[in-house]
Nanobody, 117 residues
Framework: QVQLVESGGGLVQPGGSLRLSCAAS????????MHWVRQAPGKGLEWVSY????????NYADSVKGRFTISRDNAKTTLYLQMNSLKPEDTALYFC??????????WGQGTQVTVSS
């Protein structure tokens, strides 16, 4: 079955960096676009970024553009999100998700990122 397991979250000070990972299994990872989506406390889901099959094309929400970088290693079936210059408003539960027709269909359990001094 499809499994997506995020890791790498934690507590970081404003201006700091974190790298999230998402280990995928149970499907042909290299055949799917992938997304990162987040949910801040008390708020709805916010799409963060996507990456195409070969990693040649990416896109970002305006709120993270220039600070976050999505990447993938198809040989390791792993998705990444490098987050730099973190702000308190980046505090959220971060999910990786598999794409199906431009919509996430399978989701991981999420990893918590807290940006606070």
């Amino acid at each position: 079955q499809v499994q997506l397991v995020e890791s790498g979250g934690g507590l970081v000070q404003p201006g700091g960096s974190l790298r999230l990972s998402c280990a995928a299994s149970g499907f042909s990872f290299s055949n799917y676009w992938m997304h990162w989506v987040r949910q801040a406390p008390g708020k709805g889901l916010e799409w963060v970024s996507y990456i195409t099959i070969g990693g040649d094309r990416t896109n970002y929400a305006d709120s993270v553009k220039g600070r976050f970088t999505i990447s993938r290693d198809n040989a390791k079936t792993t998705l990444y999100l490098q987050m730099n210059s973190l702000k308190p408003e980046d505090t959220a539960l971060y999910f990786c998700a598999r794409d199906l027709s431009f919509t996430p269909d399978y989701w991981g359990q999420g990893t918590q990122v807290t940006v606070s001094s």
